[in-house]
């Protein structure tokens, strides 16, 4: 059974840092490219950042550029979440994708408080 289970958020201030992870199971992740969506009430879901099958190339959303890093290795992906600010609040989902293949985990809550 295809599970992808997210971890790692939270309240923190404003500048603080999280670090979610990403454990995945029923499927061979390291074909599949990786990434981070958020979704934030009354917005519609957005890519955070991606990471390629092999790790060798990541991309991010510009509003995260310089203070968010995607990683991964084995079955899990991670997204470091540095220097966090109040916009940054939502829900994070992971997601596995690999050409029509799409697998989603039920999210994780980050609060970002002033």
């Known amino acids: 059974q295809v599970r992808l289970v997210e971890s790692g958020g939270g309240l923190v201030q404003s500048g603080g840092s999280l670090r979610l992870s990403c454990a995945t199971f029923g499927f061979t992740m390291s074909i599949y490219g990786m990434n981070w969506y958020r979704q934030a009430p009354g917005k519609e879901r957005e890519l955070v950042a991606g990471?390629?099958?092999?790790?060798?190339s990541t991309h991010y959303a510009e509003s995260v550029k310089g203070r968010f890093a995607i990683s991964r290795a084995k079955d899990t992906v991670y997204l470091q979440m540095n220097n966090l600010k109040p916009e940054d609040t939502a829900v994070y989902y992971c997601n596995a994708a690999l050409q029509s293949i799409s697998f989603w985990g039920q999210g994780t809550q980050v609060t970002v408080s002033s």
């Open positions: 990471i390629s099958s092999s790790g060798s």
